[in-house]
């Protein structure tokens, strides 16, 4: 019988994104080697990113989406590098991808590892992980706006920034959050706006999660306003299971987890295009950290951990386990990266949590 092949596509890009791309693909490649010719992984390189842009002045090749649109997911670093303004290397490249091949929800879990400190007090006494699913296709990164009108020059510039919020985009992520709330222990969606302030497309978004709502009348729910969302993160995390926002609000939020769980470079992150038209794309929150990138010294866990949403996406659920219960295994037994406290490189931990597989 034929191995199944996934096909991917990895865009590692810049800083420390070349170096985590680089540990997510060896677990990978860990999981396939044991996994006795069941499946395998069939990798491209695609070079992209803040170099590139300065050899061809485009973050990507000019067909690069098609290039890309066939692989059964795309697996990805970060984007940014002081070279070039960061609006430009982002649109150029990442939004560029997640807008594209229509990744309208982006997935990511808050999770306490064992041996890594939270400066939360409460997370050495309650069990705490939530989920942040982020509206990943419109809202503040619509890309809607202009700048210079009527001739206004140096001195006298007006932009507009427009956030755009349309009712089947705020239904399919507030639905897609629903259905994820079904599958956890604790049945229940936080939505989060800033609805006294921006009366429209928040409103709208609010109307439209009181409505899906009664369709899931077995799930609890709350609206809160983003202020109170990010002082509950810190003050009450255990009240939390699914929380939904729009793009800007996620994206602020889902820092802030990842900095509560004890550091940005553990959280991992999935944009997914539900409907399988087009490639997911699987990557870390951080950006490409340029204060420490080249040094060998990044933490992994954020882009392996990604590897493992790759995994359940492609319907290897007992894979994906097994590299979360690594990872676990990794940081309770002391190998960390200096960003939580260690004095690991990436590699040793890398090389660890492939050593933790087996077990
Ligand atoms: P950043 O996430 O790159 O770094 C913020 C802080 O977290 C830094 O102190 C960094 O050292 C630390 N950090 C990040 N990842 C880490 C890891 N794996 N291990 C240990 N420490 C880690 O955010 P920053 O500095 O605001 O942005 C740097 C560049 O990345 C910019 O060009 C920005 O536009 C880009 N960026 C790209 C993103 C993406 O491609 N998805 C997301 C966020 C920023
Ligand atoms: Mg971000």
């Known amino acids: 019988e ?108 808050v999770e306490f590892l064992p041996g890594i400190q939270s400066p939360l007090r409460k997370a050495d006494t309650t069990d705490l992980n939530w989920v942040v699913v982020r509206e990943n296709s419109e809202g503040e990164y619509a890309g809607f706006g ?95 299971s699914v929380v939904v926002a729009s793009n800007l609000n996620a994206d602020i939020l889902s820092d802030l987890g990842s900095a509560l769980a004890g550091s940005l470079g553990l959280a991992a992150s999935a944009n997914l295009n539900p409907e399988r038209r087009f490639p997911s794309m699987f990557e870390p929150v951080h950006g490409s950290a340029p204060d420490i990138a080249g040094q060998g010294v990044c933490n992994p866990v954020g882009a392996i951990g990604s590897a493992a949403l790759m995994l359940d996406h492609f319907g290897l659920h007992d894979e994906a386990k097994r590299v979360h219960r690594a990872i676990e295994a990794t940081t309770g037994s002391g190998i960390r990266t200096r960003d939580v406290g260690g004095t690991a490189t990436t590699r040793e931990v890398t090389a660890a949590i492939i050593d933790n597989l087996a077990g």
């Open 146 to 240: 202009g700048r210079n009108f009527a001739g206004r020059g140096p001195g006298g510039e007006v932009a507009v920034q427009s956030a755009v919020f349309t009712e089947a985009g705020c239904e399919r992520i507030i639905r897609f959050a629903f259905d994820l709330a079904r599958g956890r222990a604790h049945k229940k969606v936080s939505s989060v706006t800033k609805s006294n302030a921006q009366q429209y497309g928040m409103v709208l978004w609010d109307d439209v999660f009181a409505r899906v709502a009664t369709d899931y009348p077995d799930v609890e729910t709350e609206s809160v306003l983003v202020d109170a969302m990010s002082a509950k993160f810190v003050l009450r995390p255990e009240d939390l």
């Open 2 to 109: 034929q191995p199944q092949t996934f096909r991917i596509a990895a865009v590692p890009a810049d800083g420390v994104g070349i170096e985590v791309v680089e540990a997510g693909r060896a677990v990978l490649e860990a999981i396939a080697g044991a996994a006795s010719g069941r499946f395998a992984f069939a990798w491209q390189d695609f070079p992209w990113g803040s170099e590139y842009y300065a050899n061809h002045g485009r973050m990507m090749a000019e067909d690069g989406l098609d290039q890309l649109k066939d692989f059964d997911a795309i697996y990805f670093g970060a984007v940014g590098w002081p070279t070039v303004p960061d609006h430009v290397s982002l649109w150029g490249l990442r939004l560029k991808i997640c807008q594209s091949f229509d990744q309208w929800a982006n997935i990511r879990p």
